[in-house]
């Protein structure tokens, strides 16, 4: 049975028990937790955690999932894909375990003529929740096996009694959770010894897991260590088949890579490499590897993601050089992705027929990260053999981590590569130290990132100012605060004071200056005294954790440490910033809600009146939808919104679907943003305005490239985006009035002037060179006899473009004739810089005159250089006082001859 038809099969079967069908959700999801999807349930996390209530009781989907934990196993287990497909179907509140059960049972035993998947009932296996191993389940979960001998009849032996680790599961943060049941198929005597799963699971095939979530959970310390609250009011059903581990049963075959899905790819593998499947256990797993890995791949960069050093872009870079190092390994250097992705697109779009229609992109994508690959490996392979030869010439059994990392830092050698090939040298890899040297290297980034911008004070400094107690941050609160000095810094030292016209910079024991960070550019204001001292505030940062340092210009007065000061952030500044800060929410909120869940944030900078954020993206924004981002964005502004900020701890944060930025680190109580409720939920320590009119209005002003897979978009706020549109509406009334239109007519009337104009400059080129023809007939009387040869050098006076020139010089020549030899020149200057073209006839050229070397002389009279063919040739040069110089110049080359 095809894999296509197991598909249909389930969500038919489901569908006809009221389920409602819900399209897979891309791989890429809104879940800051999540590098990819890894399970059916996930889109409906919401409805399982109470954040949203369901649209349905009953709903089913076929869920495209990645897992890169498995990445490893690919290829040595039988049943282990980094992408598959999950099969679910989920209750909210609606059946429970003994609807659940039944349906399964119906499905997996039911004949393939009535639908069903025909499965042989004595070859089924279940496990259930075993007694003793929670202190709220004394008895495990009998419940469930009594309803699987009861509905489906299974003897005792047959269903088996777990442990936690597989038959009991939750979310890994508060709310639900309870005991699941797996479905086993057992293989036969040939793949194993008898026993059930217990025993066995690549014989004991696990095809499908049910999730009875009984219980609300609080307090989660580990996966078998948490509290239980109480039973859940309603309770649900989560499930999960793997459909490509029923495909392998129901098509015969030994495991999940030989299936339709699956195996074309490796059949072109075994043709390109001349090698047979299922001759050797070593080659088999490469020729496996390459066509799981092929596959994901393809289906990753459909769904947005593209090969990056970073995160989900890692993982896609990773499977993607993974499969051509297993063609390499079976003998193939060529290229190879060229020949296998369009299989695999193949054969999977009969159920992705967005991968045809994509299949441009996403193969110029991975053809482009193949050869990039191909180049690393002839620069690193060269560097690693070299290092391991002289490990072992020293006799280490391990290649030092500085030799990885180099390789890495200098050839972008990804580190599982250089473990893989020292490995197969017989070599280890001193990991640790690889390990410290990368967080070395990443953490001098940043502390340079840092020195630049605390005027590189040592951080001795600012961390013995610390040790005096934090800075005591209040611009969440007020806008001016009473404080005292705590110290001074100029270029990097301490100092006791700061006097009029001097630069510096301040910390003080407590702030309402907002310190540069996530984005928002800093506060600014002045600090004074009552003594009369003013200082501006020209940049707020915090040179090490929890201190805050001003970067001040003393405009009159002195400071001197000790001193007490009123500090005050200019209000109007302020008030821009949290424009700015907010519209940065709004429009990625906007951005997500027109292009999908993908369009993620990948870093953002605001300032009073401006604002841009970077995302993951592929291609430019059509006119349309830039303008309906707008819209929403300002829908969105009209609505008014409420403004709020809450703490939390980060993994509340993510369980209420909060995006953090990938990468970012976070203190243990985190500050979510919302605006609008869920409408945009984000992790943020900026400043914000109280509810979205406040924004005013918004602008989009730019989008543009950012490097591969990310964009930029740029906007104004407020009333700088008032302003700008004033701008523009100003240049469109000006323009309209030039050209003495309406301004809905403006672009039609410049449209038909410009092409007037192009009409117009062709009419005159045509005048022009009719004039410069028209002269020849009197130009060829003064032609001169050189020795015998003609000779006709010509001033065309200013202006005379190249390709006239030509046409003037070929038909002089045709006028004077083949009898005698003859050699025709013509300069002009469009501006200083003078043009010659020289012709000559086949009779000039019998005489040894070549126009190319002929041009030359003239050329450089004119301070240049030229050359050409014998009979025709170009020059040019810079000094237009030269031009008859140059033709005399010629004129005596003519006489030497
Ligand atoms: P296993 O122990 O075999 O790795 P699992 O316990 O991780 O399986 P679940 O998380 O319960 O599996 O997922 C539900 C179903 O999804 C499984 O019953 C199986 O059929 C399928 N499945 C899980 N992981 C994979 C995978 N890497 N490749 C293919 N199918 C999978
Ligand atoms: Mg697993």
Not at 98 to 119: C, D, H, Y
Not at 366 to 378: K, N
Not at 482 to 499: H, I
Not at 611 to 639: G, P
Request: hydrophobic content about 40%; glycine content about 12%.
């Amino acid at each position: 049975m095809e894999t296509a038809e197991i598909r249909r099969r389930w969500l038919s079967f489901f569908e006809g028990t009221d389920h409602t069908v819900v399209p897979s959700a891309p791989l890429v999801y809104d879940d800051p937790n999540l590098l990819f999807v890894n399970a059916g349930m996930v889109p409906f996390k919401p409805y399982f955690l109470g954040q949203q209530s369901p649209p349905w009781k009953r709903a089913t989907s076929v869920q495209k999932c990645v897992r890169t934990l498995d990445i490893e196993e690919v290829g040595k287990t039988t049943r282990h894909g980094t992408f598959f497909q999950m099969n679910g179907n989920f209750s909210f509140g609606d059946y429970f375990k003994e609807g659940a059960i039944r349906q399964a049972w119906e499905l997996v035993t039911g004949s393939q003529a009535e639908g069903g998947l025909g499965f042989d009932p004595d070859k089924v296996w279940v496990t259930v929740l075993g007694p003793g191993l929670l202190p709220h389940l004394p008895d495990g979960d009998e419940e469930a096996a009594a309803l699987w001998r009861e509905i489906a009849g299974l003897p005792d032996e047959r269903i088996q009694r777990r442990g936690v680790e597989d038959n009991y599961w939750h979310m890994g943060v508060p709310g639900p959770g309870g005991p699941c049941s797996e479905i086993y198929v057992d293989r036969g005597a040939e793949y194993g010894p008898d026993g059930g799963p217990l025993v066995d699971e690549e014989r004991f095939l696990e095809i499908w897991n049910l999730v009875f979530m009984q219980e609300e959970l609080s307090a989660i310390r580990s996966k078998a260590d948490f509290d239980v609250t109480g039973e859940l009011p309603s309770k649900n059903i989560d499930t999960g088949m793997g459909l490509e581990r029923v495909a392998y049963l129901l098509q015969g075959v030994d495991n999940l890579y030989e299936i339709d899905e699956v195996y074309p790819v490796i059949e072109r593998a075994e043709q390109m490499s001349g090698r047979d499947y299922g001759a050797d256990h070593g080659a088999d797993v490469q020729f496996r590897v390459v066509a799981d890995h092929v596959r994901s791949g393809l289906m990753l960069m459909s769904d947005g993601v593209t090969p990056g050093n970073e995160g989900r872009g890692y993982v896609l870079r990773r499977l993607l050089r993974r499969a051509v190092r297993s063609m390499r390994l079976l003998g193939v250097q060529d290229p190879a992705l060229t020949e296998l992705l369009p299989i695999s697109k193949d054969v999977m779009k009969a159920s992705y027929p967005e991968l045809e229609a994509d299949f441009g992109r996403i193969s110029q994508i991975a053809y482009a990260e193949e050869e990039a690959f191909r180049r690393t490996l002839v620069a690193g392979t060269t560097i690693l053999d070299l290092a391991v030869d002289k490990a072992k010439e020293r006799g280490a059994t391990t290649l030092a981590g500085d030799q990885a990392f180099a390789l890495h830092d200098t050839y972008g050698f990804p580190i599982d590569l250089t473990l893989e090939m020292a490995a197969e040298q017989g070599l280890e890899v001193d990991r640790e130290g690889f390990t410290t040297l990368m967080t070395e290297q990443r953490e001098r980034a940043k502390a340079d990132a840092r020195a630049k911008k605390s005027g590189h004070a040592s951080t001795e400094v600012w961390r013995d100012l610390r040790d005096h107690g934090p800075t005591e941050f209040l611009a969440y609160e007020t806008l001016t605060a009473e404080a005292s000095v705590r110290g001074l810094v100029v270029d990097g030292a301490r100092v006791p004071a700061l006097t009029q016209g001097q630069r510096g910079m301040i910390v003080l024991d407590r702030t309402p200056f907002y310190a540069e960070s996530g984005g928002q550019t800093a506060d600014e204001g002045v600090i004074e005294t009552a003594s009369g001292a003013v200082l501006r505030v020209r940049d707020v940062q915090r040179p090490v954790k929890g201190l805050i340092a001003h970067t001040v210009e003393v405009e009159s007065g002195e400071l001197t440490e000790g001193a007490g000061v009123n500090a005050q952030v200019d209000p109007d500044w302020r008030v821009q910033a949290c424009q700015a800060h907010s519209g940065t929410h709004v429009v990625h909120a906007a951005l997500r809600q027109v292009l999908g869940p993908t369009a993620l944030q990948s870093g953002s900078y605001n300032k009073p009146g401006y604002l841009r954020l970077d995302f993951a993206w592929n291609s430019s924004l059509s006119r349309e939808t830039r303008s309906e981002i707008e819209e929403v964005a300002n829908l969105a502004l009209r609505q008014d919104l409420p403004v709020s900020a809450a703490y939390m701890t980060l993994p509340e944060a993510r369980a209420a679907g909060a995006l953090a930025l990938f990468g970012e680190t976070y203190d243990e109580q985190v500050r979510v943003v919302e605006i609008g409720g869920p409408w945009s939920r984000e992790l943020c320590g900026g400043t914000h305005v109280r509810h979205s009119s406040q924004v005013g209005a918004l602008t989009l002003t730019g989008e543009s490239s950012v490097g591969s897979g990310s964009r930029r978009i740029e906007a104004l706020v407020g009333m700088d985006a008032l302003r700008y549109l004033a701008r523009e509406r100003a240049l469109v009334s000006e323009l309209s009035g030039l050209v003495g239109v309406r301004p809905e007519q403006l672009s039609d009337r410049v449209g038909q002037v410009l092409t007037r104009l192009k009409e117009a400059e062709k009419e005159i080129a045509a005048m022009r060179q009719a004039a410069v023809l028209s002269d020849a007939g009197a130009l060829v009387a003064s032609a001169q006899d050189v020795k015998g040869v003609t000779w006709l050098g010509h001033d065309a006076g200013p202006g005379v473009g190249g390709d006239d020139l030509r046409r003037l010089v070929t038909d002089l020549r045709g006028r004077l004739g083949e009898e005698r030899p003859s050699v025709v020149a013509a300069v002009s200057a469009a501006g200083d810089r003078p043009v010659i073209v020289i012709a000559t006839n086949a009779a000039a050229r019998e005489r040894g005159l070549k126009a190319g070397q002929l041009v030359k002389i003239g050329a450089q009279a004119l301070g240049g250089n030229g050359g050409g063919k014998d009979d025709l040739a170009q020059g040019g040069g810079q000094d237009a006082s030269q031009i008859s110089e140059a033709l005399t110049q010629i004129g005596r080359a003519l006489g030497r001859a």
